[in-house]
């Protein structure tokens, strides 16, 4: 008999320990949260977070704050490294863009395994990408763009953020679909590229859609098509890359990621949740016009969205033999 009860002691013990792990979710949030925000206040990233953080904090209540953690020479790896080792009680997230968890770790060697040391909660926003070329070349499609650099060859130069940026492998993967050539520019910021491309210095440009959006109304730049997987729904006349030359698709998305560990009630709760204020027409608008879409998915989905454009970059980065700064 007193073995029985020793056993079932135990048992309870047990259970016992166990117990606020299986309750947990239920009175989440109980106290501060923190989004992690690897790149600079002001950047895509950064409004997206506040944005959210905002209103996660009238709905639960609790502070949900953004704290920016830049770094890692364009990487976003120091954000990411403090997030992989923060606690898995969901009160340390991560909001990272494809560059930082899916492109940076085939250039540089990260103290961290994106896809062993998190769990994608779910992509919350995408920011479409689209083509845009100077005022100063008589380019209006896609195929005329084509057409245009296989007649003049040395004369087309793209520009980008820099070696290994989204916008270089946009560059990359278009001249390569379209048969032609083009000269890559490095810049240290897109911005510097832009205004390159909109004195003629540049003559084409991949690159985010917030960032083009202002030019393009002003006519200093010509929008030829969206980079992305289908028109957007403000420029519906304007085709895809993709509608030209198949497959070349380019565009940004971000995720929240928690650490690995984190229980899994967690995680559907925070995307349930996050999803739900993503769903209010005001917030979608604000970030529209921002050149943010909110595009929030599962958890299964992002992870093999990661792994499917890990593999598709990392395909176009070898063979095109890029290095990056």
């Known amino acids: 008999m007193n073995y029985k009860l020793k056993v079932t002691g135990f048992l309870l013990s047990i259970t016992l320990s166990f117990a606020p792990t299986i309750t947990f979710g239920q009175a989440y949030p109980v106290k501060p949260i923190k989004i992690i925000n690897t790149f600079s206040p002001g950047s895509v990233i950064d409004i997206t977070a506040r944005t959210i953080s905002q209103k996660l904090s009238e709905r639960w209540g609790q502070q949900v704050t953004v704290e920016n953690r830049p770094g890692g020479g364009g990487t976003g790896s120091v954000g990411t490294d403090f997030a992989a080792k923060s606690p898995p009680d969901g009160y340390t997230w991560l909001l990272a863009p494809n560059s930082a968890m899916i492109i940076s770790p085939h250039f540089v060697k990260t103290p961290f395994d994106v896809f062993k040391d998190f769990i994608p909660v779910g992509q919350i926003a995408t920011t479409p990408f689209l ?36 916008q270089h492998l946009g560059g990359e993967l278009l001249k390569r679909a379209g048969g032609f050539d083009m000269a890559h520019i490095p810049y240290k910021g897109a911005a510097l590229s832009i205004t390159d491309l909109i004195g003629g210095r540049l003559q084409v440009f991949v690159g985010a859609a917030g960032s083009l959006l202002p030019h393009i109304r002003e006519g200093k730049i010509r929008l030829i098509a969206s980079a ?92 095109a033999n890029i290095k990056a700064d």
Do not use: C, H
């Not at 084509?146 to 070696?163: E, F, L, R, T, V």
């Not at 050149?291 to 989905?301: L, Q, R």
């Open 228 to 319: 992305g997987n289908k028109r957007l729904a403000r420029f519906p006349d304007v085709p895809t890359i993709a509608e030209t030359l198949p497959g070349v698709e380019v565009d940004a998305w971000l995720g929240i990621f928690l650490p690995t560990g984190t229980p899994r009630e967690l995680v559907l709760k925070i995307n349930a949740d996050v999803a739900d204020v993503l769903s209010v027409a005001e917030t979608r608008t604000a970030l529209s016009n921002q050149g943010i879409e909110t595009a929030v998915g599962s958890s299964e989905a992002l992870a093999e969205l990661m792994k499917t454009d890990f593999n598709r970059w990392g395909r176009v980065i070898r063979e």
């Open 131 to 166: 083509l845009v070329v100077s005022t100063q070349i008589p380019v209006r499609t896609v195929q005329e763009l084509i057409d245009y650099a296989k007649a003049n060859p040395g004369k087309i130069n793209y520009g980008s953020s820099g070696n290994g940026s989204p």
